[in-house]
């Protein structure tokens, strides 16, 4: 399968991270206004989120988050270092072996897709196994995105590409996936537009490489607060960075409850108890909560993070199976064999994994953490609102017209108002995480050299 555009691709993968560092600078420089008429309330708050990372990063002390890098700006797959602790990378962490877990059935659900879509769909969604398509990705409600739509496709590719991602992830990975696409289209409704970002169709797929047995290829899906990277070579997968997060996390919509992110909440309110008064004061940081405090969001490819926190060597057994169980929180949303082997990977390099603490610990608090070793880099971010305010709205809601115009009234006021923006109040409504695999293996960078190096 060729791309019949992809000598026209650099070319255009250039333009959008201009574009998307632009609108971050100048949010930063000139405040919510200077971008306000780019694009309304989704231009401004799309870069709020990105430039607010980069607002705490900077403003951070040494005990708070380390500096992740910049304003969330793309770099080349060539440029691709990976997160690090001091700017070296570990050697010798991964390698290319067989996992005994099949990745046939994700392997047939992508040609099946593929073979679905027209030759202009095939197109735009096709790019090289190392293209830069891999690293051009955001988490904000942005329609400036490269592959095929959900709202674009027919009712039977439509179904072919949920049949991909139902291969690819977890039972509970997608209803994790569905659960965050469907608050997106809850907050379009409760903001009174629809038509662009803020819908559940609004998400995006493009396929690196070609879907194979024995040969590296993988593919993206990527929206508003959803961004799943999935690499694949032989029976090995990678399945970071993965970004999740909603904006609210916890409300009724068309009848039926919603409560995400309840799992990392908790699990990790459980470990962070468990510890002892020493294990506390390494944990917790002297940091105030911010209204963001993620580091390693998107366009941190090459973010150089300091370990902090606890050492897991210095947990006893019981508090070891907690972190345990909260990384397993994470990586049990990709499909169950290959989550248990990432988390055997994880599990030799507990000894060296820290776990990081901001804010306060309370069932309702708005807190950050980190889990943090060679091979895994979580976070987990409760941030200020953006879109959606409870004093506006009851928390059990279905949007109407009355409560469409409050949240407008709200938004009007942009994400700087009161309570809202990068350095607003943070609330467990409006949650932020992330996973990735340091030094050199997300997208399955490291994996890819290794296998040309070998078998090539």
């Not at 990705?137 to 592959?147: A, E, L, Q, Y």
């Not at 248990?340 to 953490?369: K, M």
């Not at 059990?396 to 469409?404: D, F, H, K, L, V």
């Amino acid at each position: 399968m060729v791309n019949e555009n992809r000598a026209h691709k650099p070319r255009t993968q250039a333009a959008h991270r201009s574009r998307r560092w632009f609108l971050n600078k100048a949010l930063l420089a000139g405040g919510v206004s200077a971008v306000a008429v780019m694009g309304g309330y989704v231009a401004t708050t799309a870069d709020a989120e990105e430039a607010g990372s980069a607002d705490a990063t900077a403003s951070a002390t040494p005990s708070g988050p380390p500096p992740g890098g910049g304003f969330g700006q793309t770099i080349a797959y060539d440029d691709f270092v990976g997160v690090t602790t001091d700017g070296t990378v570990l050697d010798d962490l991964y390698a290319v072996h067989s996992t005994g877990v099949s990745t046939v059935p994700v392997v047939r659900a992508a040609r099946a897709f593929l073979d679905a879509l027209t030759d202009a769909q095939k197109a735009a969604t096709l790019f090289d196994v190392d293209s830069d398509q891999w690293l051009d990705w955001t988490n904000v409600d942005s329609n400036d995105r490269d592959g095929v739509a959900l709202r674009d496709l027919t009712g039977k590719q439509y179904a072919l590409g949920m049949k991909l991602l139902r291969a690819s992830l977890s039972a509970r990975g997608l209803q994790q996936a569905d659960s965050i696409r469907k608050l997106n289209q809850f907050l379009g409704e409760y903001e009174g537009d629809t038509s662009k970002a803020l819908n559940e169709d609004a998400y995006w797929f493009t396929v690196m490489g070609t879907p194979s047995a024995t040969e590296a290829w993988g593919f993206q899906f990527e929206g508003h607060h959803l961004v799943i990277n999935y690499f694949v070579l032989g029976d090995q997968v990678v399945m970071t960075p993965t970004f999740m997060g909603s904006e609210p996390t916890k409300i009724t919509y068309e009848g039926k409850d919603y409560h995400l992110f309840r799992e990392e909440t908790l699990a990790g309110l459980a470990l962070l108890r468990s510890l002892d008064e020493t294990q506390l004061a390494q944990a917790l940081s002297t940091a105030q909560k911010s209204g963001t405090d993620l580091v390693a969001g998107a366009g941190q490819d090459n973010a150089v993070i300091p370990y902090a926190g606890v050492r897991g060597s210095a947990l006893n057994r019981g508090q070891r199976r907690l972190l345990l169980d909260l990384a397993e929180v994470y990586v049990g949303y990709q499909d169950e064999g290959h989550a248990r082997v990432r988390l055997r990977e994880i599990e030799r390099h507990l000894d060296d994994t820290y776990f990081h603490w901001i804010g306060e610990h309370e069932d309702d608090s708005a807190f950050y953490y980190r889990v943090h070793s060679p091979v895994v880099l979580i976070e987990y971010d409760a941030e200020s609102p953006l879109g959606y305010h409870e004093s506006d709205a009851s928390s059990s809601a279905s949007p109407s017209a009355s409560a469409g115009e409050s949240a407008s009234a709200s938004a009007s006021a942009g994400p700087g108002g009161p309570g809202g923006g990068p350095q607003g109040t943070p609330t467990q409504q409006h949650i932020h995480t992330i996973v990735r695999t340091p030094n050199g293996n997300d997208y399955g960078v490291d994996l890819l050299k290794l296998h040309r190096e070998t078998d090539h």
